[in-house]
């Protein structure tokens, strides 16, 4: 690649890499910005609304409790009392109520035995006892979860208490709550939330009960994104990048509703909580742009002042390649490339001088080239007799018979032992019986690390040479895990005779022999 053309690449790519990162730097920075800025907007307003809905559902235990605890509720359940009267009260009550609360758009006033027997609807009668409304409702003030009322076939909300005549359990009292009326309100209100945001509560089994700003009907019948809360963390807001029921990847921020099994989610889309970093891209990439139009104009500028005197050097010196040797190619510039071309004529003319002096030196060298081959020879003729010598070293070594007793060798195994060595072994041992006529021969491989089938069928070898010549073997010091891995291979080791130690080999041979009367000490 020319100079040139390397200058104005390393002045582009740096302008490139210098932009690229500073607006990967900025966009990470702001989307972090952005995002903290958002989730912090939708946890006040999932806080201020969560708020909102828990002091409606206490004012709805509230307003319950306080009718179960009135005068109508606890005639309406002594039978003691005349009937006639008794309903004509409690219709007065509920009608009073009703009008009085427009949230509520039913009331039912259940026996000990879960039997309606007043309502404001054509329900008198019928058996509630194995309701939770109704089972839950005997203990306390209960709320249960947002249905589709059979009768009125509105989104409600019911709410029981218990009521007590002379301190006993007598009926139950059951409030149906409109959910239209306040909570859909608050779930439904989106000040601020923009363009893609919305607010919704999800039940326990994780559908939607109030009113989606972009599904129709989705109440009890959209399944909300899951959305996880651990007990321990049932009064945090929880914030996450997550995708929604709709797919839509959304900043969300939830919290338990206390005392309900429900959860309360506000999220936004995360291109619209993200939206100005592409303003911000769109600027960074106009200004890359235009450096980068900048930088092209000084790069090219530069790489005219620095190449223009190398190519002139670059001439000089192939003029010097071509033949003319007197050439100079030194400048009068006062900078870097002034003094490359005046050190390139220093340097040129002590090559020429080196040449005459390498022409004067080469006319010895081949008188040099034979006394060094001469002397190689004579060393490699004295590293052949010593790896003779050392060869009958490592024979005799591989292989130490030693006469331990009159009539008794011992060939002690140290190391490997392969099919070279066994050769060795077994012509040493065989020449040294017959040598000495020895009655038994002590194989000790105490030194030997690993023995598997192939050496003890070569050790067998051994025994029967040895026994062919009229001598007694004797295998010793075996290895624990040695003789684990023979029994494991089913080795056949009948033919060899064994004893723990050389000690005890020893000892076993001098009974053989007779070398001794006595017992050597252990």
């Given at each position: 690649?020319?100079?040139?053309?390397?200058?104005?690449?390393?002045?582009?790519?740096?302008?490139?890499?210098?932009?690229?990162?500073?607006?990967?730097?900025?966009?990470?920075?702001?989307?972090?910005?952005?995002?903290?800025?958002?989730?912090?907007?939708?946890?006040?307003?999932?806080?201020?609304?969560?708020?909102?809905?828990?002091?409606?559902?206490?004012?709805?235990?509230?307003?319950?409790?306080?009718?179960?605890?009135?005068?109508?509720?606890?005639?309406?359940?002594?039978?003691?009392?005349?009937?006639?009267?008794?309903?004509?009260?409690?219709?007065?009550?509920?009608?009073?109520?009703?009008?009085?609360?427009?949230?509520?758009s039913r009331i039912r006033v259940l026996n000990e035995n879960g039997t309606v027997?007043?309502?404001?609807?054509?329900?008198?009668?019928?058996?509630?006892?194995?309701?939770?409304?109704?089972?839950?409702?005997?203990?306390?003030?209960?709320?249960?979860?947002?249905?589709?009322?059979?009768?009125?076939?509105?989104?409600?909300?019911?709410?029981?208490?218990?009521?007590?005549?002379?301190?006993?359990?007598?009926?139950?009292?059951?409030?149906?709550?409109?959910?239209?009326?306040?909570?859909f309100e608050i779930a439904t209100e989106r000040t601020g939330l923009g363009k893609?945001?919305?607010?919704?509560?999800?039940?326990?089994?994780?559908?939607?009960?109030?009113?989606?700003?972009?599904?129709?009907?989705?109440?009890?019948?959209?399944?909300?994104?899951?959305?996880?809360?651990?007990?321990?963390?049932?009064?945090?807001?929880?914030?996450?990048?997550?995708?929604?029921?709709?797919?839509?990847?959304?900043?969300?921020?939830?919290?338990?509703?206390?005392?309900?099994?429900?959860?309360?989610?506000?999220?936004?889309?995360?291109?619209?909580?993200?939206?100005?970093?592409?303003?911000?891209?769109?600027?960074?990439?106009?200004?890359?742009?235009?450096?980068?139009?900048?930088?092209?104009?000084?790069?090219?500028?530069?790489?005219?002042?620095?190449?223009?005197?190398?190519?002139?050097?670059?001439?000089?010196?192939?003029?010097?390649?071509?033949?003319?040797?007197?050439?100079?190619?030194?400048?009068?510039?006062?900078?870097?490339?002034?003094?490359?071309?005046?050190?390139?004529?220093?340097?040129?003319?002590?090559?020429?001088?080196?040449?005459?002096?390498?022409?004067?030196?080469?006319?010895?060298?081949?008188?040099?080239?034979?006394?060094?081959?001469?002397?190689?020879?004579?060393?490699?003729?004295?590293?052949?007799?010593?790896?003779?010598?050392?060869?009958?070293?490592?024979?005799?070594?591989?292989?130490?018979?030693?006469?331990?007793?009159?009539?008794?060798?011992?060939?002690?195994?140290?190391?490997?032992?392969?099919?070279?060595?066994?050769?060795?072994?077994?012509?040493?041992?065989?020449?040294?019986?017959?040598?000495?006529?020895?009655?038994?021969?002590?194989?000790?491989?105490?030194?030997?690390?690993?023995?598997?089938?192939?050496?003890?069928?070569?050790?067998?070898?051994?025994?029967?040479?040895?026994?062919?010549?009229?001598?007694?073997?004797?295998?010793?010091?075996?290895?624990?895990?040695?003789?684990?891995?023979?029994?494991?291979?089913?080795?056949?080791?009948?033919?060899?005779?064994?004893?723990?130690?050389?000690?005890?080999?020893?000892?076993?041979?001098?009974?053989?022999?007779?070398?001794?009367?006595?017992?050597?000490?252990?």
């Amino acid at each position: 690649m020319k100079i040139r053309l390397k200058i104005f690449a390393i002045v582009i790519a740096l302008i490139a890499v210098t932009g690229v990162t500073t607006i990967v730097v900025n966009q990470s920075v702001a989307e972090n910005m952005l995002e903290t800025e958002a989730y912090l907007h939708l946890e006040t307003t999932v806080q201020s609304r969560a708020d909102h809905i828990e002091t409606v559902l206490k004012g709805y235990g509230v307003l319950t409790e306080t009718l179960a605890a009135g005068n109508p509720c606890k005639d309406m359940v002594d039978e003691s009392k005349d009937y006639a009267e008794r309903m004509k009260q409690i219709n007065r009550r509920i009608n009073n109520t009703m009008d009085a609360h427009n949230e509520i758009s039913r009331i039912r006033v259940l026996n000990e035995n879960g039997t309606v027997i007043a309502s404001s609807h054509a329900d008198v009668g019928l058996d509630r006892e194995t309701d939770d409304i109704f089972s839950k409702g005997k203990n306390g003030v209960y709320i249960g979860d947002l249905h589709i009322s059979r009768f009125t076939g509105s989104t409600v909300l019911s709410a029981s208490a218990p009521i007590l005549v002379n301190g006993e359990f007598a009926g139950v009292l059951v409030v149906n709550f409109d959910a239209e009326q306040k909570l859909f309100e608050i779930a439904t209100e989106r000040t601020g939330l923009g363009k893609t945001g919305e607010i919704y509560l999800v039940n326990g089994d994780g559908y939607m009960i109030t009113p989606s700003r972009f599904v129709e009907g989705a109440v009890l019948e959209t399944k909300a994104s899951e959305i996880i809360h651990h007990p321990e963390d049932a009064c945090d807001n929880t914030a996450a990048m997550t995708t929604n029921y709709q797919g839509t990847s959304v900043l969300q921020v939830h919290k338990h509703i206390d005392g309900m099994d429900w959860v309360l989610a506000a999220e936004m889309s995360e291109e619209e909580a993200l939206a100005p970093v592409a303003g911000l891209t769109r600027v960074a990439l106009f200004t890359i742009i235009t450096l980068l139009l900048v930088g092209t104009i000084v790069a090219i500028a530069i790489s005219g002042n620095i190449t223009e005197p190398l190519i002139r050097l670059r001439k000089g010196v192939e003029a010097i390649e071509a033949g003319d040797q007197d050439r100079r190619v030194g400048t009068d510039a006062e900078d870097e490339l002034g003094d490359l071309s005046r050190s390139f004529d220093r340097v040129f003319g002590e090559i020429k001088e080196s040449r005459v002096e390498l022409e004067e030196y080469s006319t010895n060298l081949e008188s040099q080239v034979e006394e060094r081959t001469r002397k190689l020879a004579e060393s490699e003729e004295y590293l052949k007799e010593l790896v003779d010598k050392l060869s009958i070293s490592q024979e005799s070594l591989s292989a130490p018979v030693v006469a331990v007793w009159d009539g008794i060798l011992a060939l002690p195994l140290i190391g490997m032992i392969d099919e070279n060595r066994i050769a060795t072994i077994m012509e040493t041992l065989l020449s040294e019986i017959t040598r000495t006529q020895s009655d038994v021969v002590i194989l000790d491989v105490t030194g030997v690390h690993e023995i598997d089938t192939y050496v003890t069928s070569q050790l067998i070898k051994i025994v029967r040479a040895a026994q062919l010549l009229g001598a007694t073997c004797i295998v010793t010091g075996v290895r624990p895990e040695s003789a684990h891995t023979l029994v494991d291979l089913g080795v056949d080791v009948s033919e060899l005779l064994t004893r723990r130690t050389l000690q005890e080999g020893i000892r076993y041979a001098l009974k053989i022999t007779g070398g001794l009367t006595r017992e050597l000490p252990d």
